[in-house]
């Protein structure tokens, strides 16, 4: 064989694996491309998901503050009403939400979601509560101080504090609880 022939043959050889490693690599940029996508689509979703729960917490202000009425409009706190209102404090599960069938509680539809919400008073012993100032949870507004340095200072004011849960269901599962305190003041 002449030395012509012998480097065509190398240079057909060299052809070959420059394909191989052409596609090799092709490979590469196209899993690599994959993952981009993959990245992309996960950071998109957890935005999404992010926003649902966002739209979820400013529903459930709605709950909160029809509650808050409710709860102003009350005859009488001694005395449970109905599924949504306990004179006393109602035992809760391990993550503090009050046991009781959300299904029967009012619900309020806020766009897409649903809110239902119970209130609580922060009391406990037996009904009707003798002394709300040690029974109940309460929150000490201070009156304004007498002049004279003499004079003997006021007892603070006690506010009567109610727990006001609040559950928000929503599209694509979403589930948001909100608790709060308010007092009828």
């Known amino acids: 064989m002449n030395s012509r022939a012998l480097l065509q043959r190398g240079g057909r050889r060299q052809r070959g694996v420059t394909n191989v490693v052409t596609l090799i690599l092709m490979l590469v940029m196209l899993l690599g491309g994959i993952a981009l996508a993959r ?6 979703l957890a935005a999404g998901n992010s926003a649902y729960h966002e739209a979820a917490v400013q529903a459930s202000e709605v709950g909160t503050n029809t509650a808050f ?3 102003k409009a009350l005859a009488s706190e001694e005395a449970d009403v109905g599924s949504w209102y306990f004179a006393q404090t109602k035992a809760s599960d391990s993550n503090g ?7 029967s509680a009012p619900e309020v539809v806020v766009g897409q979601f649903s809110v239902r919400y119970v209130v609580d008073r922060q009391c406990t012993g037996t009904l009707p509560i003798a002394d709300p100032v040690r029974q109940c949870l309460n929150r000490n507004v201070q ?3 007498s002049r004279s340095t003499s004079a003997e200072k006021p007892d603070p004011i006690a506010a009567k504090l109610f727990r006001v849960s609040v559950r928000v269901t929503g ?7 909100v608790q709060s305190l308010v007092n009828k003041g």
């Open 39 to 44: 990245l992309t689509e996960v950071g998109t």
């Open 69 to 71: 009425a409710a709860i």
């Open 97 to 103: 939400v009050p046991n009781v069938t959300w299904t």
């Open 143 to 145: 009156t304004d101080d």
């Open 171 to 177: 599209p694509k599962g979403t589930l948001t609880w």
